[in-house]
């Protein structure tokens, strides 16, 4: 393994840390769905690091199931941000308050 | 472990003496409250008539108890025990004893008289009896209940039918005072509810049955003192315990007059009636630890509600600030530990409640001639209508604790009884008697006496008929204040074997 | 069980006398109240009944020298019985016949008086129900069946007092009457309860056996005493409760001969009576009801001494007398207590009737208006009144000399002088008022010409016929009761023989000593009416009395002591807008005002968890990320050895 364990760590917890502030900042509910689908990507670098690291297949396995669950969330999410903006008429997240 | 054993001995069956008196009470009440439904909205008569039936039955069955329970025999009779949810020990038990025996015979009349002092009423007839039906129901069934846990569902059962009877039909305030009722019951009942899961687990008895839990040595010392003050207080806020009494008042003046009455004279009791059976029966050695205090509120009491009522200008207001005397004497009479005590303050229990619901009928009369319970602006009403004063003026002697009327003779024992315990207190207590004769006086005065008001001068008097509830009380009253040894000879029959019964 | 159960022809008779105007109450108020005359019949023909048995006890028990008794179970409580019961003795056998006697003249007298009313019948049920209480309390066996009388007596004050309902000063005086002798009850009702504690079951008897001096410390029993007489100063009006009774003459007069003045206060001085042997026990309180005795009769007369309305007049003399009787009975002389008390009744209630007749006739109670009208030409009730007055302030043949000469007699033998002297002041105060009232009645000023008409038209024209009407009813209660005035004084020794037996030890013997006190006593008393006389009867009188010159006493007597002032001052500010308001706001501002404090208290913590709740995702995401942050450093620093 040529890059060390550490630095594979390191895009990992940077590339969450760009997808929790894009979740959190961005007004906008797509940007927000990509935020989260960054984040998801970061935990998936990291669960192939840790598969190199300890040689292990169920990471690259955990990485399938992500792939999956990404795949879904984004048409579910999508969906939703359809539906949502049929209804309000805006991306803006502050206007989905209805359960307040 | 000994509980298993006793786990054995309490093995679940169905125990029904005879035709199930209880059950029919509580069944006639539902009955009719599914009759009541079931009628069409228009037909008002026919509803009145159908809850006039039906509450005519639960007295004459109230009634046939009162005369049929032996006397000789005494402890808990007419028994019905049904498991209910075995795994967790409840029951559906039923049985009278000498101190439900009167409640449940007061609760009768009280409800009878109740649907016909409503006679008058045109607005919503079916929901009103239909609650007013369910209201009763819970008092009857916590009356007759001998299960813990029924205890508790009936006592809420009993409770918020009250707060839409009082939003409803209410008059003053009514709002305001049916959510502040509420609240401050239900508060109570939220006392209740932890003091009763933990004498439950603390038991390991897995059972809700009051004869089994009381059996002495059932809770440490400890647990009794812990566990009292949260029922005494729970049922204490619905027998008007100062300072826990301003619902009182308030939801007294804000209810429709049949209200009022089963209310002031039974609800209340439902309280006491609570104290005795949930918080005296099992922790008997935290009575004895908190009795001194007990004793205290309820002498403040009697003193206070007296004073406060005084004050006030409005009819209901005023009744409902005697209610917390009378119900002080109620507290002082249990807070005694001793046998007169207990039957001074059940026999209290019962002539207040009569007198009450005889107060607030008349007051009702009156209200539904005049549209007013400000006492300054009645006056002169003797001359309009010189029977409906009668009966307000018989039950306000009462309430002064005139003998000959129901109300002297627990007011007596009551204070005899405290006053070998607590001289000082009672002391205090018997202030009050001056000073309620002197409010009951002043709003007799005020309201009956004086020049006639050309107001009022077209108005008629009672009718023969309308009377009936009145007479009914009035009957009552004098008979219970005339041969007192009736009732008082029904309640020794518990109070001298729970007291001998008591740890010392 | 059945209460009532007669053992033999004396149980029965007793029944027949106590129930017989219940009966006719209840038939009163439940059937006859719309038929007048019936309803006068019922209640007149109970009453005789009444009155024909008690004369028929005390015929049969004349000579039967041990009280009898008859008792049954009433109510049974574990450790408490009351029983109810009859205890005839001498002393409750007389006072049954004054009261049915006096009973039944005064409601053959309201016949008249009371004509033409609307509340006839409801008169005439108040009036039984108060015959009722009052024999059934001279008769109780037991101390608490005695209380739930004197309660019920009290009530049948109240009624009646309030009679004219429609009348403010009417209902204002039956409220205070009954609020004042509340109070005193409450005293009793504590007495008795410590007499209950200690001795059992209040049986008079037995009280009065020597066994409870035993069965009571003596401090406890001395406070006993005081508590019970408080009973006695509330019912028979003695200081410091004493400003009900002048009130009380809102009744309807036959009312005030009979409640206020014969029977119903006398039931005070009655249960001292009752209960003398069991007072006896304690001198320590003795000598306060000797006290308060006194001060009563002393302030009293005073008061009676300025007062103009006539009936006043007779109140105030009624609590003087009360004292007097009270003052005896302190000093020991039981005989001459009850003895005073016979007799005081019969001319009380006389003085009452005649006043009533004037009253009556001219529509007003001024004195000094009566005599302007003419008062002296309604012969009968002049000479009656005479006769009264002349008993009241203690002249020789009328029955209060007698009975003032034995009251004085056992004052004299009382531990200090200063109570005989004050007896004697007393004696002298009394005839003074009472030869006031006559001497203003029968010599208006213009005595010298007859006075043609009614005065300032106080008198309704049809004057004669009026009073024709009704005369007969009027006169003849007048007539036996002057007649009883003058003769009662002679039965002295049979009575004392009736009430003593021979040589009880409760007597003191009030044999030869000071002879010169019958002689100082009766010259006083025509010192008082000479004085009156002088100021009032006479030719060119100036008709203002010696108290009257002087301001300061007469604004002290004609207020009475200032007495109404304090009560006023303690019910209005202390009562009312001391501790009554102070807990009506305590009641509003404190105990609602914490209750509301705390349900907005939840309102306003329920808004501000609501205002978290915004809906917005990202907060929600932040929030957890926080949270996750914040726990994975938590785990990180633990596991690590941080924390």
Redesign the interface.
């Known amino acids: 393994m040529i890059v060390p364990f550490g630095h594979v760590l390191m895009l990992a917890g940077m590339l969450f840390l760009l997808g929790?502030f894009c979740?959190?900042?961005r007004r906008n509910l797509v940007m927000?769905i990509l935020g989260v689908e960054v984040m998801l990507n970061a935990a998936a670098i990291a669960f192939v690091g840790a598969a190199l690291h300890w040689q292990s297949l169920e990471g690259q396995a955990f990485v399938l199931f992500i792939m999956a669950i990404a795949a879904t969330e984004v048409s579910v999410g999508l969906a939703l941000i359809v539906y949502a903006y049929r209804r309000s008429g805006s991306f803006d997240?502050?206007s989905?308050?209805?359960?307040? | 472990m000994p509980g298993v054993e006793i786990k054995g001995a309490l093995s679940m069956q169905i125990e029904i003496a005879g035709f199930p008196y209880l059950s029919a009470i509580l069944i006639t009440c539902v009955t009719g409250l599914l009759v009541i439904l079931l009628l069409p909205e228009e037909r008002k008569g026919e509803i009145k008539w159908v809850s006039a039936g039906f509450s005519g039955t639960t007295l004459l069955l109230c009634v046939y108890l009162f005369f049929a329970y032996d006397k000789t025999r005494g402890g808990l009779q007419f028994v019905e025990k049904v498991p209910w949810v075995p795994s967790l020990g409840i029951q559906y038990f039923n049985a009278v004893d000498g101190f439900s025996l009167p409640n449940l015979l007061l609760t009768g009349i009280v409800f009878f008289t109740g649907v016909l002092t409503m006679w008058q009423l045109q607005e919503r007839v079916k929901e009103f009896f239909a609650l007013y039906f369910l209201m009763v129901l819970g008092v009857f069934g916590l009356f007759v209940s001998m299960d813990l846990f029924f205890i508790f569902v009936w006592y809420d059962v009993s409770l918020f039918p009250m707060y839409l009877l009082i939003a409803v039909w209410g008059t003053t305030r009514k709002e305001y005072a049916a959510m502040?009722l509420t609240?401050?019951l239900f508060a109570g009942s939220a006392l209740l509810l932890p003091g009763m899961i933990y004498l439950y687990v603390h038991s390991g008895l897995n059972t809700f049955d009051i004869t089994a839990l009381m059996q002495p040595g059932t809770f440490t010392t400890a647990q009794q003192k812990f566990a009292f003050p949260l029922f005494y207080v729970g049922f204490g806020i619905l027998a008007g315990v100062w300072?826990f009494h301003?619902w009182s008042?308030v939801g007294h003046a804000a209810a429709p007059h049949s209200v009022s009455m089963v209310h002031a004279g039974v609800l209340m009791k439902i309280g006491a009636f609570g104290v005795l059976r949930v918080a005296i029966f099992l922790c008997p050695e935290g009575w004895q630890y908190w009795s001194g205090v007990m004793a205290f509120l309820a002498a403040f009491g009697i003193i206070?509600g007296a004073?406060?009522g005084?004050?006030?200008t409005d009819l209901k207001y005023v009744i409902g600030y005697s209610s917390v005397s009378h119900m002080g004497i109620v507290g002082l009479g249990l807070s005694t530990v001793s046998?007169?005590g207990l039957?001074g303050a059940v026999f209290q229990m019962f002539a207040h409640g009569i007198m009450t619901a005889l107060l607030f009928s008349a007051v009702g009369h009156i209200y539904d001639r005049t549209h007013t319970k400000e006492i300054g602006e009645l006056g002169?009403l003797?001359?309009v209508m010189p029977v409906a004063s009668f009966y307000f003026i018989l039950a306000a002697?009462a309430g002064?604790?005139?003998?000959?009327l129901a109300c002297?003779?627990g007011e007596?024992?009551v204070?005899?009884a405290a006053?070998?315990v607590y001289p000082v207190r009672?002391?205090v207590a018997?202030?009050a008697?001056?000073?309620s004769?002197?409010f009951m006086?002043?709003v007799v005065?005020r309201t009956?006496?004086?020049?006639?008001n050309e107001r009022y001068a077209q108005l008629s008097d009672v009718s023969f008929s309308s009377g009936i509830p009145r007479m009914i009380l009035a009957g009552v009253l004098l008979l219970f204040g005339l041969y007192?040894?009736l009732l008082?000879d029904v309640i020794?029959t518990a109070?001298?074997p729970f007291m001998n019964g008591l740890p010392r | 069980?059945i209460p009532f159960q007669a053992e033999d022809a004396i149980h029965m008779t007793v029944i027949l006398a106590t129930l017989t105007p219940l009966v006719a109450f209840l038939l009163i108020m439940l059937g006859t109240r719309a038929r007048k005359n019936l309803s006068a019949g019922l209640s007149l023909g109970a009453i005789a009944i009444s009155f024909g048995c008690s004369l028929l006890l005390l015929a049969r028990l004349w000579n039967v020298r041990e009280p009898l008794e008859y008792s049954t179970r009433?109510?049974?409580?574990?450790?408490?019985e009351i029983p109810f019961g009859f205890l005839l003795d001498p002393v409750s056998l007389l006072m049954l016949s004054i009261v049915t006697l006096i009973c039944l003249l005064v409601q053959v007298y309201s016949l008249g008086y009371m004509a033409g009313d609307p509340g006839f019948s409801r008169y005439y049920a108040f009036m039984s129900l108060f015959a009722w209480a009052m024999t059934s309390l001279v008769l109780s066996s037991s101390l608490l069946q005695l209380?739930?009388?004197w309660?019920?007596v009290g009530?049948s004050s109240?009624l009646l007092i309030?009679f004219w309902?429609?009348k403010?000063s009417a209902?204002?005086a039956?409220?205070k009457a009954?609020?004042m002798t509340?109070?005193g009850?409450?005293s009793f009702?504590?007495g008795l309860?410590?007499v209950?504690?200690h001795v059992g079951n209040p049986a008079i008897l037995e009280m009065n056996s020597l066994d409870s001096a035993g069965l009571m410390p003596s401090g406890i029993l001395t406070f006993a005493a005081l508590l019970i007489f408080g009973g006695i100063v509330g019912k028979s009006a003695q200081f410091p409760l004493m400003t009900w009774l002048p009130d009380a003459m809102e009744g309807p007069t036959p009312v005030s001969a009979l409640l206020h003045s014969a029977t119903m206060v006398a039931a005070g001085v009655y249960l001292f009576a009752r209960l003398f042997p069991f007072f006896a026990l304690s001198p320590t309180a003795m000598g306060i009801f000797l006290f308060i005795g006194t001060v009563s009769m002393i302030l009293a007369s005073t008061m009676a001494m300025v007062a103009r309305d006539i009936k006043q007049v007779w109140a105030y003399s009624t609590i003087s007398q009360l004292g007097f009787m009270i003052m005896g009975l302190a000093a020991g002389g039981y005989f001459a207590g009850v003895f005073h008390l016979t007799t005081h009744a019969g001319f009380k209630a006389l003085l009452f009737l005649c006043s009533g007749v004037f009253i009556h006739t001219w529509h007003t109670n001024d004195i000094f208006e009566l005599g302007k009208g003419g008062a002296r030409r309604l012969k009968i009730p002049v000479i009656a009144l005479v006769v009264a007055a002349g008993a009241l302030a203690g002249l020789p043949p009328f029955s209060g000399f007698f009975s003032k000469e034995a009251i004085l007699a056992a004052l004299a033998l009382s531990s200090h002088p200063v109570w005989l002297a004050a007896g004697l002041l007393g004696v002298f105060l009394t005839a003074y008022y009472a030869f006031r009232v006559l001497c203003i009645l029968l010599f208006p000023p213009s005595a010298g010409e007859e006075p043609s008409g009614p005065v300032g038209g106080l008198a309704p024209a049809p004057k004669g016929s009026r009073q024709e009407g009704s005369s007969r009813t009027f006169i003849w209660p007048l007539i036996i009761l002057a007649f009883l005035t003058l003769l009662l004084g002679f039965f002295q020794g049979p009575l004392q023989h009736f009430l003593l037996g021979e040589g009880k030890a409760l007597l003191v013997d009030h044999g030869e000593q000071a002879g010169w006190l019958p002689f100082t006593a009766l010259f006083l008393s025509l010192a008082g009416v000479g004085l009156a006389w002088a100021e009032f009867g006479r030719c060119g009188a100036a008709r203002l009395s010696f108290v009257e010159r002087i301001p300061f006493l007469r604004e002290l007597f004609s207020r009475r002591w200032y007495l109404d002032h304090f009560y006023h001052f303690f019910?209005d500010r202390i009562?009312?807008r001391g501790?009554?308001?102070l807990?009506?706001q305590?009641?509003n501002r404190v105990?609602?005002g914490s209750?509301e404090a705390v349900?907005r208290g939840t309102l306003e913590a329920g808004r501000f968890l609501?205002f978290l709740?915004?809906?917005?995702?990202?907060y929600r995401?932040?929030v957890s990320?926080a949270v996750m942050v914040l726990l994975s450093l938590y785990f990180f620093y633990r596991d690590s050895g941080g924390f």
Do not use: H
């Not at chain 2, 002064?400 to 000959?404: K, R, S, V």
């Not at chain 2, 009956?448 to 006639?452: I, L, S």
């Open positions: 929790v979740t959190l900042t927000i997240p502050s989905c308050n209805l359960l307040r | 502040k609240l401050y300072p301003t008042p206070y004073l406060a005084l004050r006030q046998v007169e039957n002169g003797s001359r002697l002064m604790g005139i003998p000959g002297f003779w007596l024992v204070f005899i006053f070998k009672t002391v018997l202030l008697l001056v000073v004769a002197l006086l002043r005065q009956f006496y004086g020049p006639p007192p040894a008082f020794e109070s001298i | 069980m009433w109510v049974a409580l574990n450790r408490m209380f739930i009388f309660e019920l009530l109240y309030g309902y429609e403010f209902t204002q039956g409220k009954f609020v509340r109070a009850d409450v009702l504590l309860i410590l209950l504690v019910v009562v009312d501790f009554s308001k807990f009506a305590n009641d105990i609602d209750i349900s609501a709740q915004s809906g917005m995702i990202q995401l932040l990320f």
